[in-house]
């Protein structure tokens, strides 16, 4: 039997994982003088600290420490505010799923579990929803038994 299933839920803005933007910089160490610089887009970096932030309290709070280094199953669930006009069940416009997920899974890195990596099975649900603001819920379940 494997233990429970933990939920987290918590309404704020979804933002997707940006591409990595790179910059050239002027270097005094380099052999040519220059160096690249790779870096996360600052809408994202502010999300996934916010996100990690969040998670990490919620953790405390349920006196959870980060996981033991065994395979999670993960439950994403990313409800978006309804536009007046749109009666539809799924959001099927940007930010695609895989890119929010994405986010999700780099923010919680370090607070729910070691790496991502060990995260074994995923699911994804992107929904418009009737609330008011953007909701994120998180669910997780160790996929072996953890004493």
Known sequence: MLPDIYTFMCDMPIVAKARARSTVEKSSTATNGFSIRHYTPVKTANFEEELALRVSRW????????????????????????????????????????????????ALNEVLYHDDSYVTDLHVLKRFNDVPKDRIKISFQYREKVD
Not at 81 to 95: D, E, G, Q, S
């Open 59 to 106: 953790l405390r709070m349920h006196e959870l420490p980060i996981a033991p280094k065994v395979a999670l199953e993960v439950w994403l669930e990313f409800h978006h505010k309804r536009p007046a006009n749109n009666k539809l069940k799924h959001k099927v416009t940007k930010p695609d799923c895989d890119n929010i997920a994405k986010s999700v899974l780099d």
